[in-house]
């Protein structure tokens, strides 16, 4: 069974940052594309950064420059690192396997000043 675990969330202040963390069971994620996504209430989630098998990574043009991909395959772990958080930051954020329909429970990230 394939589980996905967020943790790192918060609140923060404009400016601060924060590190996710998504940690999987069931499933090895260093042979998979990992991604993380955004949802605000209300909206559909959006795709914040993903990270390929091969290591490459891409970034909503929104965080690029300010947030880092980045994966542990010891700890069978993929982070979200976040700096320079905005006021439009804040959401859900949804760690996923790409190509597969497996996602975690969500962590809450709040901006707010």
């Known amino acids: 069974q394939v589980q996905l675990v967020e943790s790192g969330g918060g609140l923060v202040q404009p400016g601060g940052s924060l590190r996710l963390s998504c940690e999987a069971s069931?499933?090895?994620?260093?042979?998979?594309?990992v991604a993380w996504y955004r949802q605000v209430q209300g909206k559909q989630r959006d795709l914040v950064a993903y990270?390929?098998?091969?290591?490459?990574?891409n970034y909503a043009d929104s965080v690029r420059g300010r947030f880092t991909i980045s994966r542990d395959n010891t700890k069978n772990t993929v982070y979200l690192q976040m700096s320079s958080l905005k006021l439009d930051d804040t959401g859900v954020y949804y760690c996923?396997?790409?190509?597969?329909?497996?996602w975690g429970q969500g962590t809450q990230v709040t901006v707010s000043s």
């Open positions: 996923s396997v790409l190509g597969h329909d497996y």
């Open positions: 069931g499933i090895n994620l260093g042979s998979y594309a």
């Open positions: 990270i390929g098998s091969g290591e490459q990574r």
